[in-house]
């Protein structure tokens, strides 16, 4: 019985990776970082993981019905739940529930369906939404809790994380601060030297993610762990994580080094913010990345390159968001210019010379 | 890291299951019974078809030419076996299509008779020229599935004074092991047709390329070539396509073939050692090229093995002698399953490109269902060509033909690759060759367009050239008549 006739050329056979085992596979990679999170910020942080994955996933099914298809093989690909994950981890631990179906819907439908659907994407749509989230609603996207895990005493219950989640924070002065990042660039606008305000910086516990900071951004350890077993899955591809931390360390290092009293050590910039998340699970997002190795060094290079600006210069204290999505607009541009070389041509794509005997 | 800096001589590539054991361990199986009919195709090479010069009802014995080379670029077809000639017509061809071509029909007597041979006493006392036209008369064809004529192949080299001659052991393909086999049992008939090539081409230096793989292969080919040290026997890094003419001779000479060039132009010949061992057949026992080895495997098969196969034969024979189950065969391969081609039944023949057969179940195919492109890029980096198969892939679908050649659409070399490793399932592939036929189509379109412009111009301008004419003429009469007119008026004024 031939039940399989067409496609007539080949490949017959291929390799196992489909498109649901990359996702799966990024997801278990963003596992332990998550956990940890979850387990740094309690139960408030939980609720808000699972209302942004679960809505990211409704409103996929929303879009793909009203386009007339059938839901379930597009949500089985994971990837509206992997986008729903990682903006999840990019929001603020307590943010109210509001801020996490805004967000997802914001991802799905304006950062992914309205371009026609996987794939299609100009924009990564979590590092979108985020950024949406931040200029829209500023306050409670700079609310940082306090570390406080799960079942410790400043841990709040149950029935108080639902109170965080739904109502909103109470004594927020109590509960919550600054990021490392954030608290770095309020000092500096009062003049005070890093000396001074590193007075209390742990370099160990902000390397373990034991920080105020998004949800599960804070542990730079678990996040390279999950990153180095991707790259050595082959999920991903070292160009972009490299380039990206060996840009923003270069950069640091030399200001640091001219001026070590207003230019942060390339230490607190690969500790904090987002810089681990983004390197090896936002930037090097399939669709929104140049798509050869030369690519996506440029990629990479002009990432680090933006965050170190946006963080040093400009007015917000972390600029990873802003960073990916001007270079995946460029990306377009950079798979444009930069292409691999033809076999048997040259890099113009004219046929080589034959050479003199 | 220093490979990071040197400039890298394979490119792309993936490295598929070889599922090669079950063939690759056991003989070469002789004793497939004869089959009772040979439908034995007038185009199995690249070029022109030949031209039969038997009738039906002709009686033929085993070797005899049916069917003579046309053209510069052709090959003759011989008979397979002893019999009598029953039909000359169109029959279904070993394509996806099973659309018919020009065919005989030949109905074995069974007993095998050959016809009378020749053979040179010493053969490397033949003008090399001599050497080029026996293997063109005997019909032999590039065995590794390009069939390009192996006599233009050896002119064309003799021509341009090639150096290096590289003999293409890798068998890449999964499932094939046809090479590894008669490596393994005919070393020195295939070192020996080496050396007759050598001497066809008047080049010194052979290399024959080797997959590390195949160490058995490797080890009878290195003893066999012992006693003849411009003879190098090589291992190569097993990763398909390693058996691509152009990524081979990169890796073995350093250099690569500029587009539109043929490798002879640089310096350089390749062929398949199953081509090696039909020159040695045809030079040093007169035999054209009348069978050859084919890998019968896939999961459907009960005994996977490789055979002797007279050209002609019908896949059906195959399986039945090696008891496929034809209820779990999802699909039948012709070829390797990066490569190869779908067929749509049994009833095909066999030809001088068949390096396998496979019957393939459903589970070890790859997905169909196809999933939106993910831009993985995986694609681009297994492209031995350094193509960008996504994009190419997205113009296609858009019917933007024009702007798929210009990122490269006719240096793509269909190997498979970007199929094999994408995980959204894309048939990109079959895209690709979609596309290349529906440009030269429309090219064709275009050009006949052109000519019948051309034609109707000129056509037009004869016509008016030939109205403008009458005009004249009319004219010149209605002129002429005037003038007789007035002559006679003047004359009758004078008369009168």
Not at chain 1, 49 to 56: E, G, K, L, Q, R
Not at chain 1, 151 to 157: L, M
Not at chain 2, 418 to 429: A, D, E, R, T
């Amino acid at each position: 019985m031939i039940t399989h006739l067409k496609p007539a050329s080949g490949a017959h056979v291929g390799a196992k990776a489909s498109v649901s085992f990359i996702m799966w596979q990024v997801m278990l990679a963003l596992l332990p970082a998550t956990v940890f999170g979850i387990w740094c910020f309690g139960w408030p942080a939980l609720n808000l993981f699972v209302i942004t994955v679960s809505s990211a996933v409704l409103f996929e099914v929303i879009c793909i019905r009203m386009a007339g298809r059938v839901a379930k093989p597009v949500i089985m690909d994971g990837s509206a739940m992997l986008t729903g994950w990682l903006l999840a981890m990019t929001l603020p631990p307590w943010s109210p529930w509001w801020i996490g179906v805004t967000g997802s819907g914001l991802a799905i439908i304006l950062g992914k369906q309205v371009y026609g659907g996987l794939g299609q994407n100009l924009f990564n749509p979590a590092m979108l939404a985020r950024v949406a989230l931040l200029i829209s609603f500023p306050i409670e996207m700079t609310t940082w809790a306090n570390v406080s895990p799960l079942f410790s005493s400043q841990s709040p219950g149950i029935a108080d994380s639902w109170r965080i989640t739904f109502m909103g924070l109470d004594n927020i002065d109590a509960v919550t601060g600054a990021t490392t990042l954030g608290y770095i660039k309020t000092e500096f606008s009062q003049n005070h030297l890093l000396a001074d305000i590193l007075k209390d910086y742990s370099g160990f516990l902000n390397f373990i993610g034991w920080t105020r900071g998004s949800l599960g951004e804070t542990s730079t350890l678990l996040l390279a762990l999950g990153g180095v077993w991707l790259i050595r899955q082959g999920i991903i591809q070292w160009y972009i994580p490299i380039s990206l931390l060996f840009t923003v360390t270069g950069l640091a290092s030399i200001f640091h080094m001219v001026d070590s009293q207003h230019y942060i050590s390339p230490m607190i910039h690969l500790n904090s913010g987002a810089m681990m998340c983004v390197a090896f699970f936002i930037a090097t997002d399939y669709v929104t990345s140049p798509n050869t190795p030369t690519g996506q060094l440029v990629f990479g290079v002009g990432c680090g390159l933006l965050i170190f600006v946006i963080r040093t210069w400009g007015a917000y204290p972390e600029g990873a968001g802003f960073a990916v999505l001007l270079m995946n607009a460029a990306t377009p541009l950079i798979d444009h210019y930069i292409r691999p070389r033809i076999y048997g041509r040259d890099r113009k794509g004219r046929p080589l010379e034959i050479p003199k005997p | 890291m220093l490979s990071f800096f040197k400039k890298p001589l394979i490119r792309g590539g993936v490295h598929a299951e070889e599922h090669k054991a079950a063939t690759a361990t056991q003989a070469i199986v002789y004793n497939l019974p004869l089959p009772k009919k040979l439908y034995i195709p007038l185009q199995q090479h690249v070029g022109k078809p030949a031209e039969p010069l038997i009738r039906v009802g002709d009686k033929v014995l085993k070797g005899q030419l049916l069917a003579y080379s046309q053209g510069v670029i052709s090959a003759p077809v011989h008979a397979p076996s002893s019999g009598i000639i029953l039909d000359v017509n169109d029959y279904p061809a070993p394509h996806p299509s099973a659309l018919p071509i020009r065919m005989i029909v030949l109905e074995t007597d069974g007993k095998d008779k050959w016809i009378p041979t020749e053979v040179p006493i010493d053969p490397f006392r033949l003008e090399p020229e001599d050497i080029s036209l026996r293997v063109g008369a005997a019909g032999i064809v590039g065995l590794g599935g390009a069939t390009f004529p192996t006599a233009v192949k050896l002119n064309m080299g003799r021509d341009n004074h090639v150096d290096t001659l590289i003999i293409n052991g890798s068998e890449c393909e999964p499932y094939l092991s046809c090479d590894d086999r008669l490596m393994q049992e005919r070393a020195g008939e295939i070192i020996d047709g080496v050396r007759l090539m050598l001497h066809g081409m008047r080049t010194e230096n052979a290399v024959v390329a080797i997959e590390d793989n195949k160490p058995h292969a490797f080890l009878a080919m290195h003893t066999a070539a012992l006693p003849f040290p411009t003879i190098q026997v090589i291992q190569i890094p097993t990763r398909y396509p390693m058996g691509w003419d152009r990524q081979l001779i990169r890796y073995v000479t350093g250099k690569e073939v500029p587009v539109g060039c043929r490798s002879s132009e640089i310096g350089v010949t390749i062929h398949n050692v199953g081509t090696a061992h039909a020159v040695h057949k045809a030079i040093r026992h007169g035999q054209p090229l009348l069978s050859r080895i084919i890998t019968v495997a896939g999961a459907a098969v009960k005994h996977p093995m490789n055979i002797e196969v007279p050209l002609g034969t019908l896949i059906s024979e195959l399986f039945n002698f090696c008891e496929v189950n034809t209820e779990t065969t999802a699909r039948i391969v012709m070829g390797g399953p990066m490569m190869g081609e779908s067929l749509p039944h049994s009833g095909l023949p066999t030809v001088k490109a068949t390096s396998g057969i496979l019957a393939l179940t459903a589970s070890e195919l790859k997905n169909t269902e196809e999933q939106p492109c993910i831009r993985c890029a995986a694609c681009v980096s297994v492209c031995p060509a350094g193509l960008r198969p996504l994009d190419m892939a997205n113009n296609i679908r858009v019917n933007q033909l024009d702007a798929a050649v210009d990122i490269g659409l006719k240096d793509c070399i269909s190997c498979g690759c970007c199929s094999y490793i994408c995980p959204s399932n894309i048939p990109l592939v079959q895209y690709f060759k979609y596309a290349s036929g529906e440009v030269m189509a429309r090219q064709q379109a275009q050009h006949k367009a052109e000519q019948n412009k051309r034609l109707m111009d000129a056509r037009n301008a004869r016509m008016e050239r030939i109205a403008q004419q009458q005009l004249e003429e009319e004219q010149a009469r209605l002129a002429a008549k005037a003038e007789r007119e007035r002559l006679k008026a003047a004359e009758q004024e004078v008369v009168a």
